[in-house]
């Protein structure tokens, strides 16, 4: 069965300086790996997805992910944190061979916070 | 229409009746999923419909749960009796196709259910 584990349920920094947001997932198959974003109030936005080509992925807002599969990691990363990344983040990771359609399963979240 | 589009966006509900939930997803796309969002957790998968079927039900929780699509548009989720526990965010999303390996899936903004 396919799970992600978010290693950090809340993750502070100040802006302008890096994030990182945690992810290792576990798969029996090679998955399909996806971040996405919710705002306060807002939907769910996808920030990057990782499909077996580039092991590196750069998605929006100057976001960006590796995926390593020896460590089972797909960590999420931006150089400077800005006041407006400051959201919930999801881990997701899918496996359509497997179930036959894009069944997502997701992290418990971590929420970022960016302090002035 | 631009995006997936759900109403209503809250409904507060007495224990014990019925709601239905309704989710336009994006024009042409065959995929559309269910989820459930309960307060902090990540999203929990509910059913996945592929045009007018429903391949997938695994998620939906109990037999109070039901949901259908037609004209392989509208979804309508029904939840039957509807108990404190089900308090949460339902999200709607829709892809172009089930096949599609890493097809983005696009989130609707939810509906809030609050059962009292």
């Known amino acids: 069965a396919q799970s992600v584990t978010q290693l950090d349920s809340h993750v502070s920094v100040s802006e302008g300086t890096p994030v990182l947001l945690r992810c290792n997932y576990s798969?029996?198959?090679?998955?399909?790996l996806f971040w996405y974003v919710q705002h306060p109030n807002k939907g769910l936005q996808l920030l990057l997805k990782y499909t077996s080509a580039a092991t590196l992925v750069k998605g929006i807002n100057g976001f960006e992910a590796e995926f390593k599969k020896s460590e089972t990691s797909f960590h999420l990363t931006k150089p400077s944190a800005h006041m407006s990344d400051a959201a919930e983040y999801f881990c997701v990771v899918s496996d359509s061979r497997h179930t036959g359609f894009q069944k997502l399963v997701f992290g418990t979240g971590t929420r970022l916070l960016v302090s002035p | 229409g631009a995006g997936v589009s759900q109403s209503p966006s809250n409904k507060v509900t007495e224990k014990g009746k019925d709601v239905e939930l309704r989710c336009d997803p994006i024009?042409?796309?065959?995929?559309l999923y269910w989820y459930r969002q309960r307060l902090g957790q990540g999203l929990e998968f509910l059913i996945y419909f592929q045009g007018n079927s429903a391949p997938d039900k695994s998620g939906l929780p109990s037999d109070r749960f039901s949901a259908e699509r037609t004209g392989e548009s509208v979804s309508t989720l029904t939840i039957q009796r509807t108990q404190q526990e089900d308090s949460a965010v339902y999200l709607c999303?829709?892809?172009?196709?089930?096949?599609?390996?890493?097809?983005?899936?696009?989130f609707g903004e939810g509906s809030w259910l609050t059962v009292v």
């Open positions: 999303a829709s892809s172009l196709n089930r096949a599609g390996f890493g097809n983005t899936i696009y």
């Open positions: 024009s042409g796309h065959t995929a």
């Open positions: 798969s029996s198959y090679s998955p399909s």
